[in-house]
């Protein structure tokens, strides 16, 4: 998968996610106040590994969501 592939499907991954969050408020208040989103794919088993040169600031609690 390309990167432009891979930063379009995050970004309707994210959408898909938002939508979901308004439909759901409940799972809204589930989420811790600061942590990283991050997408799995369903048909792996461990969390996809990402070239990143940046760290953010905070140490951030992860928040995986399965991609269906």
């Not at 390309?2 to 979901?20: A, M, P, W």
């Not at 997408?39 to 269906?68: C, G, H, I, N, W």
């Amino acid at each position: 998968m390309t990167h432009k592939e891979t930063v379009q499907r995050n970004i309707g991954l994210t959408f898909d996610f938002v939508s979901y969050l308004h439909d759901n408020p409940n799972e809204l208040d589930k989420l811790p106040d600061n942590f990283m989103l991050e997408f799995k794919e369903k048909d792996f088993s461990e969390v996809e590994l990402r070239q990143r040169t940046m760290t953010p600031a905070k140490k951030m609690e992860k928040k995986y969501v399965r991609a269906q």
